[in-house]
C-alpha cells in the first residue's frame, strides 16, 4: 500500500515556477516509477512525466518538455515536479501516482495508487 500528498501549488503568473512535491508513504515507494498527472476543467486527465525506480529515466509530454523536470529522492520518499516557464494553459489540478513497476510510463492504467492533487494556477 502507497499513500502519496502533493504539496507545493498555488497561483503564480505566466513565466513564473513552482515546485510541487508528492511525498510517499509505504515500503514499494523506491522501486516504483511515479508520474504526475494534471486535469484542467473541463478536461481529461492527461500525462505530464514520468519518473523511474532509481531515478534514472524520465519521460515528458511534448507539452511540458524543456520546461518542467521530475526528479525524486528515494531517501525522502518523495518525488518532485519542477515547473518553469509556466503558461496559463499549465493551470490544471496536478496529481502524484505510483506505477506498479519500476518502468517510467504515460499510461495511466499502470498507475496503481494517487494522491489527492494540488491546483496550480497560472495567471497571464
Known amino acids: 500500500q502507497v499513500q502519496l500528498v502533493e504539496s507545493g501549488g498555488g497561483l503564480v503568473q505566466a513565466g513564473g515556477s513552482l515546485r510541487l512535491s508528492c511525498a510517499a508513504s509505504g515500503r514499494t515507494f523506491s522501486s516504483s516509477a511515479m508520474g504526475w498527472f494534471r486535469q484542467a476543467p473541463g478536461k481529461e486527465r492527461e500525462f505530464v512525466a514520468s519518473?523511474?525506480?532509481?531515478?534514472?529515466?524520465?519521460v515528458y509530454a511534448v507539452s511540458v518538455s524543456g520546461r518542467f523536470t521530475i526528479s525524486r529522492d528515494n531517501a525522502k520518499n518523495t518525488v518532485y515536479l519542477q515547473m518553469n516557464s509556466l503558461k496559463p494553459e499549465d493551470t490544471a489540478v496536478y496529481y502524484c501516482?505510483?506505477?506498479?513497476?519500476?518502468?517510467?510510463?504515460?499510461?495511466?492504467?499502470?498507475?496503481?495508487?494517487w494522491g489527492q492533487g494540488t491546483q496550480v494556477t497560472v495567471s497571464s
Open positions: 519518473i523511474s525506480w532509481s531515478g534514472g529515466n524520465a
Open positions: 501516482a505510483a506505477s506498479d513497476n519500476g518502468i517510467p510510463t504515460s499510461r495511466s492504467i499502470m498507475y496503481r495508487y
